[in-house]
């Protein structure tokens, strides 16, 4: 099988320069410190998630025959690398505020460690392209609803819009190796219900600490309005369900959710940006 990934699409990293701000605002999100802290939260988790997934994939890359699926695979270490070292330097922003975020890294270590030793290729390939199906998902959300980022801080905006973009870029990478190397689908299914598991909760143990941090944990009101943004109607992750269960359907494959009109006017706009 050939990459599905659309014709002339190319899949490269963007060293692009991020000033984020020195010290980090406490609750960069407009005042909100629910929305904040998920998305720190998240930011915790990738760095070892992304060299995790960049592994997974360079395990199999000799296996891989067609040309333009092996350029593909470059593109995808590039960016994940990229990824991995930028949310390394926001994770220290969050440690210059006093959150106490090496127990969150330390978890997602001791996992990624077990998967490796543990669990055969072919199933650390399953677990890495269900956690980039999760990233495209919400990366899809993010780019298409800007209304999840109103009112935060410019540049926490054009990091996560910059990180949505380009896993959107190489959202079939993983997938295509898999599908190429006889990967089997009920195993991406059950991977895909554990990632779920692990992302959640890890994301929620995150967030549960800094509100901690914060003095906030118990306000009521911080939890109804965090609760809404993101299950109620128009919720951020409310609005993924369908994107989310499509993963479970036989014959996915990630390019069914075309948003490739999007990827490019947001290519558009990061590349006209570099280029300047």
């Known amino acids: 099988m050939a990459s599905t990934t659309p014709q002339g699409l190319s899949i490269r990293p963007r060293h692009l320069a991020f000033a984020l701000p020195d010290p980090l605002p406490r609750h960069w999100h407009g005042g909100d410190a629910f ?26 890359r000799e296996a891989i025959e067609d040309p333009v699926l092996k350029e593909q695979i470059r593109g995808f270490i590039g960016q994940e690398g990229h990824h991995s070292r930028e949310h390394l330097a ?11 975020i090496q127990p969150m890294e330390e978890r997602a270590r001791r996992r990624i460690r077990f998967t490796q030793t543990k669990l055969s290729p072919h199933r650390q390939l399953a677990a890495t392209v269900a956690l980039e199906h999760l990233t495209a998902i919400m990366a899809d959300g993010l780019l298409k609803n800007p209304r999840h980022l109103q009112g935060a801080h410019p540049e926490l905006v054009r990091l996560w819009r910059w990180h949505a973009l380009e896993e959107t870029e190489h959202k079939a990478v993983a997938f295509d190796v898999y599908t190429q190397v006889g990967g089997d689908p009920a195993m991406l299914r059950r991977a895909m219900l554990m990632a779920s598991w692990f992302f959640m909760r890890d994301t929620l143990r995150g967030l549960v600490h800094m509100l901690r941090r914060d003095g906030l944990l118990w306000k009521p009101r911080i939890w109804r309005d965090g609760l809404r943004w993101m299950w109620g109607r128009g919720g951020f992750f409310r609005s993924l369900i369908g994107a989310y269960l499509d993963f479970f359907k036989a014959g996915f494959h990630p390019w069914q959710h075309d948003n490739l009109d999007l990827l490019e006017r947001t290519r558009r706009e990061f590349d006209q940006g570099a280029a300047a």
């Open 35 to 60: 929305k904040t802290h998920l998305f720190d939260a998240m930011s915790v988790l990738f760095p070892d998630g992304e060299r995790f997934f960049i592994d997974s994939v360079r395990q199999f």
């Open 90 to 100: 926001y994770s220290q922003r969050l440690r210059d505020l006093g959150y106490d």
